[in-house]
């Protein structure tokens, strides 16, 4: 009979870098998405046929609200519009995806019976480097 060896891994060792700064997150998600494009023609005989098309990623980016690690901050002064390097660390020091990111929308919720947090949604602009890749975390 075999066994599983292997140690499933938590996300509390992951971390978001933008721009070099740490930000120290909740939480975050990427997603990677291909279009699909119809090649379909005469010759496929009524059968639809379709190639993969332009390669992007989305995401959001979540952290609790501290003084100096917030959107404000000087770094990462994240604002809606602004391009930045992104890094996404599955553990740290570990595997991740990097990419110049489009910060689409930040937000901030402050419940009167939590912590403030904020997040952003990103968009992928050009090359991503996916773990497995590059294996420096320089």
């Known amino acids: 009979m075999a066994t599983c060896d292997t140690q499933p891994v938590t996300g509390d ?11 120290e997150v909740n939480a975050w998600s990427y997603r990677e998405t291909a279009e699909s494009l119809d090649t379909t023609d005469k010759a496929s005989n009524g059968f639809r046929k379709r190639r993969g098309g332009l390669v992007g990623a989305t995401g959001t980016v979540s952290a609790m609200w501290k003084i100096n690690k917030n959107p404000g901050s000087s770094p990462p002064s994240l604002v809606a519009g602004k ?21 689409t929308e930040i937000g901030v919720e ?3 019976d939590n912590v403030v947090s904020w997040t952003f949604n990103y968009e992928s602009c050009g090359a991503i480097t996916r773990p497995g890749e590059l294996t420096s975390t320089s």
């Not at 391009?83 to 910060?103: C, D, M, N, R, W």
């Open 13 to 23: 060792d992951g971390d978001a870098i933008v721009d070099g700064t740490d930000l």
């Open 83 to 103: 391009q930045v390097t992104l890094k996404l660390e599955i553990t740290q020091g570990g595997p991740f995806y990097q990419f110049s990111a489009l910060i």
């Open 110 to 112: 402050n419940p009167v």
